[in-house]
């Protein structure tokens, strides 16, 4: 089918009351993990690079194999930078054919916050391209986030109108209590922080750190207008236990399309959980 911009996806969501999974793609296998789950459920998907990938797959190369299994499938999917880290990185995206950017600029105070996300808009408008930006601080499970700190860290609800009106941005990135990577105990959403942002913002918003969430508060969030949900941490956990267990079974193996192949499988059944929670499946 080809990449499609990020921007459609989600106004379709939007319309369906239903959030588009946003899967991290590290290597060729999850780029084929992806493009099966969502063609298995008929679902639109969208292909997400991070820093980390970037940097251990190459920009060029994740933008082929995307560009590869997009053409593959008959749903439409779209190829966007994760929590992008300045306008060069994301004119290098443009250039590698990605159809939409995230430019993350929630480290720095929100009149440079605005400013950048502009610039950002601008540029990658001129080209059809899709743009999330971010808002209040999303942690790490590293960053032991006390009640006392949210308020400083979480996403102000007035700002948040404030910025959506004046950067023009497609998607909103929001800090409403999740994290990256694996909870130590069990996240604490500020749904009425998120209803009061959807209050005052009217395009899709962005769950991140999402893997590990319970279900029935993904749902809540998407019945509260996320319309883009995050997941890397579950793909990496079950691709790496499948190679652990298959290793485990045969510490002979020296093969690694045997090794790699189940992790692939393994990676296809979380992503296909995870499109049918986010109630995408069915609408491409
Ligand atoms: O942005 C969040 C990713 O899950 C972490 O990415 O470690 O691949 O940069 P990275
Ligand atoms: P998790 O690894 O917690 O699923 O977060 C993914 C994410 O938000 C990528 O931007
Ligand atoms: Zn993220």
Do not use: W
Not at 85 to 97: D, K
Not at 157 to 162: F, L, S
Not at 227 to 240: C, L
Request: with cysteine; charged share 25%; aromatic share 4%.
């Amino acid at each position: 089918m080809g990449l499609v911009p990020m921007v459609q996806l989600l106004q379709q969501a939007e319309a369906g009351g239903y959030a588009v999974g946003a899967f991290n793609c590290n290597n060729m296998e999850i780029v084929q993990a992806v493009a099966a789950a969502a063609e298995a459920e008929k679902a639109p998907v969208i292909m997400q690079a991070s820093q980390g990938a970037i940097k251990y797959a190459g920009l060029d190369y994740i933008a082929a194999l995307a560009r590869t299994a997009a053409a593959a499938v008959n749903v439409p999917v779209a190829l966007h930078l994760d929590h992008g880290t300045s306008f060069e990185q994301v004119m290098r995206c443009l250039r590698a054919g990605f159809t939409s950017v995230m430019i993350d600029g929630s480290r720095l105070p929100l009149a440079e916050n605005i400013a950048l996300t502009r610039q950002v808009v601008a540029a990658a408008r001129a080209v059809g391209v899709s743009v999330e930006a971010e808002l209040g601080k999303i942690g790490g499970t590293e960053d032991d986030i006390h009640v006392a700190d949210a308020d400083a860290l979480f996403t102000d609800p007035d700002e948040a109108g404030q910025f959506v009106r004046e950067t023009g941005v497609d998607a909103l990135a929001v800090a409403i209590g999740t994290a990256h990577g694996r909870y130590r105990g069990e996240p604490q959403l500020d749904f009425d922080r998120l209803a009061a942002i959807r209050a005052r913002v009217q395009i899709p918003i962005v769950l991140h750190g999402s893997s590990g969430v319970p279900d029935e508060d993904i749902r809540e969030a998407i019945r509260l207008g996320v319309r883009k949900v995050n997941i890397d941490t579950n793909i990496r956990e079950a691709f790496v236990e499948r190679c652990r267990a298959v290793l485990a079974g045969n510490p002979e193996e020296i093969d690694p399309r045997k090794v790699l192949g189940p992790a692939r499988e393994a990676a296809v059944e979380v992503i296909r959980e995870k499109i049918r929670l986010f109630g995408s499946a069915g609408k491409a």
